[in-house]
C-alpha cells in the first residue's frame, strides 16, 4: 500500500544543470536548473524550464544561445550558489572565480572548470506556469579529456556529476550526501 | 581545453522512469523513457518524451493520463526490459511478473512493487522531431513507507533509484555500475 504525498515535483534522479548564457552587454551568467533533461533525439533536443524572471530567460531570448555545464561534486558549492543569488544582482563568475570560456558554435559562454558542456541554439519555448521551457539544440558537446573513456565517452565515475533531490533539497554524488540545497551556496 | 564530442544526447544524470499507461481494451503497458524530467513547479508538471509510434503514446493520448513510476536498482532488469519490448507484441506486466495497480486519481496503472509513482494528467504534447514531449500535471505522488525519512519525504538512499548514461547506455545505481543499457532486458 503506498501513501500519497499529493502534488508535489519528486523526482529521482532529478539534474543538477548549470545553465550559461551572455547578457546583452556581455556580461556572462550561470544558474541552477533541476527542471530538465534530454528532450528529443533528433534533432538532439535539451529542454530547461526557467521562471520568465529571471535574468538567465532574458539573456537566452536576446542571445537565441545558451550552454548546460554539468559540474562535477567538487564544485558543488559553486553550483548551488549559482542557484540562490540572481544575476541581476551579482556578476556570479566574478564572485566564484570559474572561468567563463565562449562557446564555439552559439553565443554562450560555457565553465572551463566542469568537466561537460553542451552548447545550444534556442527552438522554441513552451509557456506551462511558473515556467517556461526553453528548448535547445544540442550542437555541440564538450568534455574534458581526463573524463573520457576509451570509446572517447564521458565517464560517469570519473566526470562525478551531482544528482539533486528536489524533497528535500539535498544533492548526492555518487549517490552519497553531499550537502544540502539553498544553504551550501550561501556561504 | 574541451574536446568536441559532436551533437550528442549525453546530460547526466539522465532518469529512468517507467512510464505507464492503459490501451483502449485496459491492459496495462510500461515503458522506459530517459528523455524527461520535471517541467514546471505550478501546476506540478512532468516532461517525458516519446516517440509518436510507441503504443505508449497511443494509449496516453486515448487515457489523456499516464503515470511515471521509478524503480529501485533491483528492479534495473525489469526496467531495461521495458525499454527494449514493445507493448505492441507483449503484455510485459505478464511477461515480467510486476503488478499493475489503478492508479487512485487518473485512469492509468502504477507498479506496486516500485518505490514511487507520479500520478499524471496529460497537459499537451510538443512536436520536436524524432520524439514528441509529453507534458502532464502531477495530481499525486504516490511512494511505499519504507523509502520515506521522518519528515515523510522519500530517502534517496532507502529508495535506491537508477542512473542512465546516454553515452555508454549503461545503468547506475548509487553511482556503481550496475547493468549494461538494452542488454539486460533482454534475458
Known amino acids: 500500500m503506498k501513501k500519497s504525498l499529493g502534488k508535489k515535483t519528486i523526482l529521482f534522479p532529478s539534474p543538477v544543470l548549470i545553465v550559461c548564457s551572455y547578457a546583452a552587454d556581455g556580461t556572462p551568467n550561470a544558474m541552477n536548473v533541476a527542471w530538465g533533461g534530454i528532450?528529443?533525439?533528433?534533432?538532439?533536443?535539451?529542454?530547461?524550464?526557467?521562471?520568465?524572471?529571471?535574468?538567465?530567460?532574458e539573456n537566452i531570448m536576446t542571445q537565441k544561445a545558451f550552454t548546460v555545464c554539468i559540474p562535477s561534486a567538487k564544485y558543488i558549492k559553486e553550483a548551488d550558489y549559482f542557484g540562490v543569488v540572481s544575476g541581476?544582482?551579482?556578476?556570479?563568475?566574478?564572485?566564484?572565480?570559474l572561468t567563463p570560456v565562449k562557446a564555439d558554435h552559439v553565443n554562450a559562454p560555457y565553465i572551463k572548470e566542469f568537466p561537460l558542456a553542451l552548447e545550444c541554439r534556442l527552438l522554441q519555448t513552451v509557456t506551462l506556469?511558473?515556467?517556461t521551457q526553453i528548448i535547445g539544440e544540442i550542437v555541440d558537446v564538450k568534455a574534458d579529456e581526463t573524463i573520457l573513456n576509451a570509446k572517447g565517452f564521458p565517464d560517469i565515475e570519473k566526470m562525478q556529476p551531482c544528482v539533486f533531490d528536489p524533497g528535500t533539497s539535498?544533492?548526492?554524488?555518487?549517490?552519497?550526501f553531499l550537502t544540502q540545497a539553498f544553504q551550501a551556496g550561501k556561504k
Do not use: D, L, M, Q
Open 39 to 57: 528532450a528529443c533525439s533528433e534533432p538532439p533536443a535539451v529542454a530547461i524550464s526557467v521562471r520568465e524572471t529571471r535574468k538567465t530567460f
Open 88 to 97: 541581476k544582482n551579482e556578476n556570479k563568475f566574478k564572485t566564484t572565480g
Open 129 to 131: 506556469g511558473s515556467h
Open 170 to 176: 539535498s544533492y548526492y554524488g555518487s549517490a552519497k
